[in-house]
């Protein structure tokens, strides 16, 4: 009795260690990583002595092992830029590009762990552009670069007027924005982000109170109608002037050759500069 149940012990005791000798490789759950165009880009897993770089369905595309680290065996495009951190022991890829995104593993040969990490690479987001500026009613347009998650949004202080964004990279974002007049005094911005970078601008005040052009603007039409209107009354004068000198000039003709005032139809000039005044003013 006693040799059967050593018996069984000895083959439960074998069990045990077939089962833990045969577990598979330790594996963490993918962790969500960022990366910047241009920028390196670290995976935060030690290299203990051995260890693989995989990428996609690509198998590996770099080793290290002792006497030899950073070793590229696949896709050129990774060429001299994948190493290993001589001090935090991490493989660093630099120069990212956006096409560098995806599903990276290191393989902890030594010690059976392997760690996943989805990259995903972005631009820095562009500056906004206030595109226009009109004053019937006092509004403008705000708009930005569309790249890879973008997002476009209007801020009246701290509070979200509006945002936009979309999947077709091919078109700008825009916002229009229209201020009343009882929000003018009121700071608006226009700000671009994306999860790694935003641009803020803050909106110019183009129009006044009543909606009108601000006083810049009316600084420079208001000139632009005085120099006209200066000039048109310089060439109705001298027409004017003109028109007086032939009168007097033909008091002492016979009535037969003489010529009317009334009679003189106006310069076009003088219409056009009438008309002028009657719309600008």
């Not at 290290?64 to 050129?76: A, D, Q, R």
């Not at 909606?211 to 208001?222: E, I, L, Q, Y």
Request: aromatic residues 8%; charged residues 25%.
């Amino acid at each position: 009795m006693n040799h059967l149940f050593g018996w069984t012990l000895m083959l439960l005791y074998f069990d045990t260690d077939v089962l833990c000798t045969s577990q598979p490789t330790v594996q963490s759950e993918t962790q969500r990583m960022n990366g910047i165009v241009g920028q390196s880009f670290s995976f935060p897993e030690r290299v203990i002595k051995s260890a693989n770089l995989l990428y996609e369905d690509l198998g590996s595309i770099a080793n290290v092992y002792p006497g030899k680290e950073g070793k590229i065996t696949l896709e050129k495009r990774f060429e001299n830029r994948i190493n290993l951190n001589s001090d935090t022991r991490y493989f660093t890829l630099s120069d990212l590009k956006i096409d560098d995104a995806g599903v990276y593993t290191v393989e902890n040969t030594d010690g059976g762990e392997k760690n996943k990490f989805e990259l995903t690479v972005y631009n820095f987001v562009s500056k906004p552009q206030v595109t226009e500026c009109d004053s019937s009613p006092c509004r403008v347009v705000c708009s930005v670069d569309n790249e890879k998650e973008v997002t476009l949004t209007l801020y009246r202080g701290k509070e979200i007027l509006n945002h936009t964004s979309s999947p077709d990279l091919t078109k700008d974002l825009s916002l229009r924005l229209e201020v009343e007049g009882k929000n003018y005094n009121s700071t608006y911005s226009c700000v671009a982000a994306n999860p790694i970078s935003n641009q803020t601008v803050p909106i110019p005040k183009c129009c006044s109170k009543d909606g009108h052009p601000n006083d810049a603007d009316s600084d420079v039409r208001g000139r632009g109608i005085v120099i006209i209107a200066v000039i048109c009354v310089l060439v109705a004068s001298g027409l004017v002037g003109l028109a007086i000198y032939l009168k007097k000039s033909r008091n002492g003709q016979p009535k037969g050759r003489y010529l009317s005032f009334r009679g003189v139809r106006s310069p076009p000039k003088v219409k056009a500069c009438l008309a002028f005044f009657h719309v600008a003013f």
